[in-house]
């Protein structure tokens, strides 16, 4: 028998890859219908499934319907065969979350906050990884990463080059968490996380171009392009709530005048708050009991929200604004000042086949995103080596 070549083990490789990724996407599937969707013999299907099934990435349940002949056995992609954990890192709360590999959530920690030091943050975080390792149910592969999102610039590597809200500056979190947990980590943007939670499992399942507008103390924008996360050269881009509205405005914590989130954000709204203690929940229960000064601030946060907006949507033309973020919890009474804002200012071309939708997710998108971030790389991991 003649040893396997280089080459050889790359093409299995691929084709094991392309079987998992087809049950991925389309289960349940009969070996025979994993041949037909992906051109390979059933002789290579059927032994790549029984590696997949020996990895327990897979299971066999059974049986499916017949077209003639002996009923077939229908294959699963096992989402309980390990969990992700994802973890949102706002400028007042930390939330995180345990999930399937999925992104079914089985336990979820918020928990506020109120120092942003980097000394503070990583603590709560560390809290609230242990707990969720200690939760995990048993499987083959126990925790397989671990997502999180931070509100400001990020790059390639994972390294926090600026989060002016936070008051971070050149922060590598990365390695502390690996080295404290020994579980592959990854550091995204926030915005970013947020479109991907929402083009996975929320609004944006069903549309192609995407701009998701992450609205909480800060402002922040995620794009998806033709389905896939634009990251920009350096992984920097989306930072539109630095995108001056007001020529020498109010000015923003990132040091300059006039930036959409001065004007459009949990900040700017609680800062024209009447009263300088309150918090988002408490205006949102105001509001509710009909206080007009409350829905009044609302609204004009709306308006704002709506102007930024409107210079997204004459940028980039695309096919579905999603609203998310701390923000989204107000929807009842910012939706209608943007689309009224929209409406009145963004070029008809742009409006004809544009959908502004709120988060499907609610407050979980990042958390979801970054905990799918982690999941897409362990099945690289196990299947392609990268």
């Not at 590696?51 to 002949?69: A, N, Q, R, V, W």
């Amino acid at each position: 028998m003649q040893p396997i070549t280089w080459n050889q083990q790359v093409v299995k490789k691929n084709n094991k890859a392309i079987v998992f990724e087809t049950i991925l996407k389309h289960e349940p599937l009969s070996r025979a219908d994993i041949a037909h969707r992906t051109g390979l013999n059933k002789a290579t299907v059927s032994s790549l499934v029984n590696e997949l099934i020996d990895e327990k990435l897979i299971y066999e349940s059974g049986p499916g319907e017949s077209s003639g002949g002996r009923r077939p056995v229908l294959l699963h992609f096992n989402k309980a065969t390990g969990f992700s954990i994802g973890i949102d890192i706002g400028v007042n709360y930390v939330l995180g979350v345990l999930t399937d590999l999925r992104g079914n959530i089985l336990a979820e920690k918020n928990e506020t906050i109120t120092d942003t030091s980097i000394e503070n943050v990583l603590q709560v975080v560390d809290n609230i990884i242990r707990t969720f390792i200690q939760e995990a149910p048993n499987s083959r592969y126990e925790v397989i990463g671990i997502g999180i999102g931070v509100p400001g610039i990020v790059d390639n590597h994972g390294k926090v080059l600026l989060a002016p809200n936070l008051g971070w500056e050149n922060c590598t979190i990365k390695n502390k968490i690996e080295e404290k947990f020994s579980i592959p980590t990854i550091i995204v943007n926030e915005a970013n996380a947020g479109a991907y939670g929402e083009k996975q499992f929320g609004a944006g399942q069903d549309f192609q171009d995407i701009i998701y507008v992450s609205a909480g103390i800060g402002i922040g924008a995620g794009l998806i392009v033709k389905n896939e996360l634009y990251h920009g050269i350096n992984g920097y881009s989306g930072e539109m709530g630095h995108m001056i509205i007001q020529m020498n405005g109010k000015p923003c914590k990132c040091g300059g005048k006039g930036c959409w989130e001065a004007y459009a954000s949990e900040y700017a709204l609680l800062k024209n708050a009447p009263d300088e203690n309150t918090t988002l929940p408490s205006l949102i229960e105001q509001a509710r009991e009909n206080n007009s000064e409350v829905i009044q601030l609302f609204e004009q946060i709306g308006f704002y929200l709506g102007i930024g907006i409107n210079n997204i949507i004459n940028t980039f033309n695309p096919e579905q604004i999603i609203i998310g973020n701390r923000l989204a919890m107000a929807k009842e009474w910012l939706e209608t000042p943007i689309y009224h804002t929209v409406e009145e200012h963004t070029l008809k071309f742009h409006q004809k086949d544009l959908k502004i939708k709120f988060s499907q997710l609610s407050i979980y998108s990042a958390a979801l995103g970054v905990s799918a971030f982690a999941v897409e790389c362990f099945i690289n991991r196990e299947l392609r080596d990268y």
